[in-house]
């Protein structure tokens, strides 16, 4: 069973940065398409970046395209969103997200994700 531990999340100031780590656990990250979604309270889940095994492909959600960058490390099993510009609307608890069987395409929407971690929280005061 593969598990994904997100880390990274706090309290920051509008403007600021942070950058969320996620690390999986087992030998196949490599294999995995992987994203990051996130839920602010009151609201749905939403996707925010992905990324495929290889990193040949990447997609944003149009509201972070230019702040954040999703990026991965297969020697480390680890997928990173770096954040900058962050703005209040960004606060949200940040999950991020397998797909372990269908490797060659990414994809925005939930149901394609099979593996999700716990969630950080990050928080950015205005």
């Known amino acids: 069973q593969v598990q994904l531990v997100e880390s990274g999340g706090g309290l920051v100031q509008a403007g600021g940065s942070l950058r969320l780590s996620c690390t999986a656990s087992g030998r196949s990250f490599s294999l995995y398409a992987m994203a990051w979604f996130r839920q602010a309270p009151g609201k749905e889940r939403e996707f925010v970046a992905a990324i495929s095994r290889s990193a040949g492909s990447i997609y944003y959600v149009d509201s972070v395209r230019g702040r954040f960058t999703i990026s991965r490390d297969n020697a480390k099993n680890s997928v990173y969103l770096e954040m900058s510009s962050l703005k209040p609307e960004d606060t949200a608890v940040y999950y991020c997200?397998?797909?372990?069987?269908?490797?060659?395409?990414?994809?925005?929407?939930?149901?394609?994700?099979?593996?999700w971690g716990q969630g950080t929280q990050v928080t950015v005061s205005s």
């Open positions: 997200a397998a797909d372990r069987f269908h490797t060659t395409a990414i994809y925005t929407a939930e149901r394609w994700y099979d593996t």
